[in-house]
């Protein structure tokens, strides 16, 4: 029973995290418009912004860029992203899902500027393993992440 108290704390830690954080929807400005994501996936809709990371900024509610193009993103960033497609999605399910996708399709690495795991496609760099033993931003290492949220 200790790995469920275990996951328990993991659970806690990310909601007090990101308790304080900005939880709004994030979106892209293209001009082909932003409906034709909502039919996605979970897994096609995460891959497809990080995608689309590389080449558009991420816009909050206040239509102010909050991220630049080109920048490597958070999980609270492409969960807010998500949401805005899938406003029932939380962010444990895109934790899981980004665990699930891995090294396949993804790389990643703890920013030791903005103190965060942050995340881009394995296509548009080739550089940085997911599977470190650093710490993130809430305090897992990101094998913790594969049923981080899960019912029993």
């Given at each position: ?37 909502s039919a996605y996936r979970l897994r096609e809709l995460i ?38 497609y899938k406003p029932d999605i939380n962010i444990f399910e ?18 030791r500027d903005i103190l965060k795991r942050v995340f881009k ?32």
């Amino acid at each position: 029973m200790e790995w469920l108290e275990d996951k328990m704390k993991n659970e806690e830690s990310v909601l007090m995290y990101i308790k304080s954080k900005d939880k709004t929807p994030l979106c892209f400005h293209f001009p082909y418009g932003n409906n034709f994501l909502s039919a996605y996936r979970l897994r096609e809709l995460i891959t497809e912004i990080l995608d689309l990371s590389d080449e558009f900024p991420s816009y909050n509610v206040d239509n102010e860029i909050e991220t630049d193009c080109g920048r490597w993103r958070s999980v609270l960033d492409i969960w807010r992203h998500v949401i805005y497609y899938k406003p029932d999605i939380n962010i444990f399910e895109v934790m899981r899902e980004l665990f699930s996708i891995g090294d396949e399709y993804l790389v990643g690495h703890y920013c030791r500027d903005i103190l965060k795991r942050v995340f881009k496609l394995r296509k548009n760099t080739n550089h940085c393993s997911l599977f470190i033993q650093d710490r993130d931003e809430f305090g897992l290492c990101f094998s913790a992440w594969e049923t981080i949220g899960m019912e029993e």
